[in-house]
């Protein structure tokens, strides 16, 4: 015989289902709050990654004259070296490209944003599949960047020493560009004045395929960036199209 009446075994059960319905009710409260704070740190981190996706792109526009001068500089090598003749007028763009081809540009991104969402796990977060895997890939994209530079260089190195024989170089203050802070600022460039007959220099079987595999560096250095550049447009491009929860 149970030592409890129906009567309170019914005020027992009512008293439990209350208990339960307001841990319940808890959880989901903590639940929802959670989410909360998980929705504003990602729209925050958002905000903060369009303001980096940004400044990236004035960073891509700003070093893309300065690509184009490089390129009509080593031009102007290959023409020269090709036809085995170098014209007076022609002297200044081939030093110019002599400079150019000798020094590997580097290019780094301010992705401290993107590093910090991947980090923490707020890349998971984030719904649009667009952006997410735009983020993904600019972070890998650097790091192949990065990796594939040292190598790069090891050629254009070699070229330099070469060219050491033929030129003389010096620093010079160039124009004013974005520093990679962000601030104005003057560049350093070289100025080189070719020494020894150009007869000399162009007869060089070693420099000649020190000089192509230069370029070939150059040419992959190039692609890097525009992966890099074109990767901060896409992620640029999506959050302009985001709006963000309050």
Not at 86 to 109: C, D, H, W, Y
Not at 139 to 148: K, L, W
Not at 192 to 220: I, K
């Amino acid at each position: 015989m149970s030592i409890f009446s129906k009567q309170q075994l019914s005020i027992f059960a009512g008293e439990l289902v209350v208990v339960v319905v307001g841990i319940l009710i808890a959880f989901q409260v903590e639940d929802w709050r959670e989410k909360r704070q998980a929705d504003r740190a990602l729209d925050a981190a958002l905000a903060r990654l369009h303001e980096e996706a940004k400044s990236n792109l004035d960073y891509c526009a700003n070093w893309m004259p300065r690509r184009q001068d490089v390129g009509s500089g080593v031009e102007q090598v290959y023409l020269s070296l090709s036809r085995n003749e170098l014209r007076a007028e022609e002297i200044p763009q081939f030093e110019k490209g002599l400079a150019a081809v000798s020094m590997l540009p580097t290019f780094n991104l301010q992705l401290t944003v993107v590093d910090e969402m991947i980090s923490t796990g707020l890349l998971k977060d984030l719904e649009d599949d667009e952006l997410r895997q735009a983020v993904a890939d600019i972070h890998q994209a650097q790091r192949t960047a990065d990796a594939s530079y040292m190598t790069r260089r090891e050629s254009v190195r070699e070229l330099a020493e070469v060219l050491r024989d033929y030129i003389d170089v010096e620093l010079v203050e160039g124009p004013t560009i974005m520093s990679r802070e962000r601030k104005l600022t003057n560049s350093l460039e070289l100025e080189t004045r070719v020494v020894d007959d150009f007869d000399e220099l162009a007869a060089s079987r070693w420099f000649r395929y020190l000089f192509f595999e230069a370029l070939d560096s150059h040419a992959d250095q190039f692609g890097s960036i525009d992966r890099l550049c074109a990767l901060a447009g896409r992620i640029d491009g999506r959050l302009d199209t985001i709006t963000f929860s309050n």
